[in-house]
């Protein structure tokens, strides 16, 4: 398969701001612990906006700085866990709501927080036989709506938000990337298969351990794929989900901080936006420029994980 390229990215964040001190007044939680286990700040809870404006949002911003036209994209896929409804699908509203063209396929990928990830390859694969040249990948998610607000040890960790990419292939380049599933439906998930509660249920230390792991395997073997060493890698951008596991997985490369680009203070973890997210914050400070290589890197509920080296 050709490499994929990103031209263009956006994010969206929901209006309402919410610190760690303004969590402490909902649950019996602090600054202090939430900072010290986490890495997280401060996150973004929607008030009244849905999942699909958030990812609306995302993608107009993307269009635009791209300039790119709407006739050119070929293929719409939302990687999300939290859609607004079990159908139609995110991608088929914004399909409409953009103006998209009708003869493209749109659809969401549900891999958790590996989401973007899976989108990004299976949207580059798409247009291996597609005439348009551009695919529209979104990650976007409404975990406040999936959070008990009343259980500290879940609330305080998630965020809402989305992020966009143009994509198009790059047949001067191959593309390296891995991406698989190792079942475990008890560690992480929505309780729906076990309770009927609609809430995120999450065995921290079962999911910090598979986490380590997999991240650091995954991007290890898409180095070697590549043949490069992370000496050759200008950035890593992993899920965000815990400052502790992005800096375990740096330590396993004895690589510097500077190299593992991190959001997790601003947003939390904001499942499959975290990563495109990632992608338009570094964007907006000048980071993604020709000559560059990323490695992206996530896992999730499933467990779900991938990887892929990104070239700029
Ligand atoms: O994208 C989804 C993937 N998710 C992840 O990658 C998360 C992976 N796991 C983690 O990041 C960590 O396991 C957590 C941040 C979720 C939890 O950190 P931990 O160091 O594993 O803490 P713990 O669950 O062992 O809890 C330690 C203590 C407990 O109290 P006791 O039993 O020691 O008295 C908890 O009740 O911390 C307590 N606790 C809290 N205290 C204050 C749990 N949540 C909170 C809270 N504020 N919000």
Request: with cysteine.
């Amino acid at each position: 398969m050709d490499a994929i390229q990103i031209i263009a990215t956006g994010k969206a964040l929901p209006k309402k701001l919410v610190t760690n001190d303004d969590m402490s007044k909902i649950v019996d939680t602090s600054d202090e612990w939430i900072s010290t286990r986490t890495g997280i700040k401060q996150r973004y809870f929607c008030d009244g906006e849905q999942n699909w404006e958030l990812a609306f949002r995302a993608a107009t911003e993307a269009l635009n700085k791209g300039n790119i036209e709407k006739e050119q994209i070929g293929a719409v896929i939302v990687g999300t866990g939290t859609p607004d409804y079990i159908m139609p699908s995110m991608a088929c509203i914004l399909q409409e709501e953009l103006g998209l063209p009708s003869d493209i396929p749109a659809f969401d990928i549900n891999a958790a927080c590996s989401g973007f990830i899976y989108a990004l390859r299976v949207a580059g694969s798409l247009l291996q036989d597609e005439a348009r040249p551009y695919a529209l990948v979104i990650g976007s998610e409404q975990l406040s709506t999936r959070a008990d607000m009343t259980d500290r040890s879940i609330c305080v960790l998630f965020g809402d938000g989305a992020g966009a990419a143009i994509i198009k292939r790059n047949p001067e380049k191959k593309f390296y990337g891995v991406w698989g599933t190792e079942g475990n439906r008890a560690a992480l998930g929505c309780r729906g298969h076990l309770t009927g509660s609609p809430y995120i249920y999450m065995d921290g230390q079962t999911v910090f351990r598979f986490a380590t792991q997999y991240m650091t395997n995954a991007a290890k073997k898409v180095l070697e794929l590549a043949g490069f060493t992370m000496d050759d890698i200008d950035y890593v951008l992993c899920h965000q989900a815990n400052e502790r596991i992005i800096d375990y997985v740096r330590k396993q490369f004895k690589a510097p901080e500077e190299k593992f680009f991190k959001i997790i203070q601003k947003y939390g973890n904001t499942s499959a936006a975290s990563i495109p997210l990632g992608l338009a914050e570094m964007d907006e400070q000048g980071l993604l420029i020709p000559g560059k290589k990323i490695i992206i890197v996530g896992f999730d509920a499933g467990f779900t994980w991938g990887s892929m080296l990104l070239e700029f």
